[in-house]
């Protein structure tokens, strides 16, 4: 018997062809004490930091390290130059959700 996962439930999504298309919800790694001054709602930047990183940052500062199932995908569609947003779903003391998406 194979192991099958449901997509649905792994909260990621790619809605059209395009592979860079991605929506997904992920939790940041490595969070930051900066977390305490967002809130739901608050609108980061996805980014790619110096050491290759995928990072979400805003006004505050940094969040911490955004590392969903397709790290390597949103990566390359960073590289080719698609811009993404991360809308803060769930915060709290030391965790944070985010939903990572191409900024329109």
Same mark, same amino acid.
């Given at each position: 018997?194979?192991?099958?996962?449901?997509?649905?439930?792994?909260?990621?999504?790619?809605?059209?062809?395009?592979?860079?298309?991605?929506?997904?919800?992920?939790?940041?790694?490595?969070?930051?004490?900066?977390?305490?001054?967002?809130?739901?709602?608050?609108?980061?930047?996805?980014?790619?930091?110096?050491? %290759?990183?995928?990072?979400? /940052?805003?006004?505050?500062?940094?969040? !911490?390290?955004?590392?969903?199932?397709?790290? *390597?995908? +949103? =990566?390359?569609?960073?590289? %080719?130059?698609?811009?993404? /947003?991360?809308?803060?779903?769930?915060? !709290?003391?030391?965790?944070?959700?985010?939903? *990572?998406? +191409? =900024?329109?």
């Amino acid at each position: 018997m194979g192991y099958t996962r449901d997509l649905a439930s792994a909260s990621e999504n790619i809605s059209s062809g395009d592979d860079c298309d991605i929506d997904i919800k992920t939790h940041l790694k490595s969070v930051q004490s900066s977390i305490a001054k967002y809130s739901i709602g608050d609108v980061l930047i996805v980014q790619l930091d110096d050491l %290759k990183r995928i990072i979400a /940052i805003g006004n505050h500062g940094l969040c !911490g390290i955004i590392s969903p199932i397709n790290v *390597v995908q +949103l =990566k390359n569609c960073i590289t %080719k130059g698609k811009e993404y /947003i991360a809308v803060v779903t769930d915060i !709290g003391a030391t965790h944070c959700e985010v939903r *990572v998406k +191409l =900024k329109l």
